[in-house]
C-alpha cells in the first residue's frame, strides 16, 4: 500500500516528537501548541465534539481520517493526535486537505472575493413582494 505524503510528514513529526496525543492532546490546544488536530473516525461522538468544540474556540484547524489511514501513522492505540510544528502542520495540511492554512485558520486556494457589505442587509425573504 503507498503512503500519502501527509501520512509520511505525521510519521515524522512522531519520529521528531512534536505530537501531542492523550491526556495532553486537549492541553496543547487549549496552550494554542497545537497546529493541528488529526483524528480517527472511530472516535466517539463524545471525544470528536469536545476536541471539535476545543479547535473551534482556540481556531485550531483539524480534520478526520479513515481508520486504515490513522493506523498508518502509528501502531499505537489512541484516536487523535496534534501536531506541534507549525511548518509540519501546514504540509500535512495543504497534501492532506488540498487548501492553505494561514495563521491557523483555513482558507481555500481559490480566491474568494469578498462582497463589500452595504448598509442595510436584506435577507432573501425580504426581497419577496407580498
Known amino acids: 500500500m503507498k503512503t500519502s505524503k501527509w501520512i509520511s510528514y505525521c510519521q515524522i513529526a512522531f519520529r521528531a516528537g512534536k505530537v501531542a496525543y492523550g491526556s495532553k492532546l486537549l492541553l496543547s490546544i487549549q496552550k494554542k501548541q497545537a497546529c493541528l488536530v488529526v483524528y480517527s473516525n472511530l472516535i466517539g461522538n463524545n471525544s470528536k465534539k469536545k476536541i471539535q468544540d476545543k ?10 481520517v479513515d481508520p486504515d489511514e490513522f493506523d498508518q501513522i502509528t501502531k499505537r492505540s489512541f484516536v487523535a493526535f496534534s501536531i506541534l510544528d507549525a511548518s509540519l502542520a501546514k504540509q500535512i495540511w495543504n497534501d492532506r486537505k488540498g487548501m492553505v492554512m494561514s495563521n491557523g485558520l483555513q482558507q481555500t486556494e481559490e480566491k474568494t472575493e469578498s462582497k463589500p457589505k452595504s448598509e442595510k442587509q436584506q435577507s432573501p425573504a425580504a426581497g419577496k413582494e407580498s
Open 55 to 64: 479547535c473551534h474556540t482556540y481556531q485550531i484547524p483539524y480534520f478526520g
